[in-house]
């Protein structure tokens, strides 16, 4: 198994571990933070067996998802969570999930988040495509992802369901050389 560390200026991404289980938790279980994603709030219970699922999926080959811990570089504090999927079927493309705690919004964390998450897919995997969707009102998550070179490709109607009902999703793709075109 080759271990993941990437780092930016103000992020790095590392493997999870059992360590990250209540740092996580301040991201997946709080109401803010889970707002757009297809989940309600998670119990501390529930992020460790999703962490114990991410270090299990670390040693598979190939692998082909990446759950890594956000830190704040310059703390080592863990205020996130970066996950990267390999497409089975074009295992040239990979989906982008991110999320990060509540009190770290508003500075351009993630535009940071999601140019190392392009970064790592790109020049690390070689991967030729990746994208990532977002609720249509997460109107940072579009700032983010068109910030860090991402183009928004459409909306997908009806895509997710969530507590709340059924919700569109609106695309976002980089492509490798547009990527380092940039």
Excluded at 1 to 20: I, N, P, Q, S
Excluded at 29 to 52: H, I, K, N, S
Excluded at 142 to 171: F, K, N, Y
Aim: aromatic residues 6%.
């Amino acid at each position: 198994m080759c271990e993941v560390v990437c780092k930016g200026e103000r992020l790095w991404l590392r493997e999870v571990t059992e360590a990250d289980v209540a740092p996580l938790h301040a991201v997946y279980g709080d109401p803010a933070a889970t707002q757009y994603m297809p989940f309600a709030p998670r119990t501390l219970g529930q992020v460790a067996e999703l962490v114990r699922e991410a270090m299990a999926t670390a040693a598979q080959d190939p692998r082909r998802l990446y759950a890594l811990a956000v830190l704040d570089a310059a703390d080592q504090d863990v205020i996130g969570v970066a996950r990267l999927h390999i497409d089975t079927e074009r295992p040239h493309c990979a989906e982008i999930r991110l999320g990060l705690r509540p009190d770290h919004w508003g500075r351009g964390m993630g535009t940071d988040l999601v140019r190392l998450l392009l970064g790592f897919g790109f020049k690390q995997l070689g991967l030729h495509r990746i994208w990532g969707a977002r609720a249509p009102a997460n109107l940072p998550a579009q700032l983010a992802m068109l910030t860090a070179g991402m183009v928004e490709e459409g909306r997908l109607r009806h895509h997710v369901a969530s507590p709340e009902g059924w919700r569109d999703s609106v695309i976002h793709a980089a492509i490798e050389d547009e990527w380092r075109r940039r």
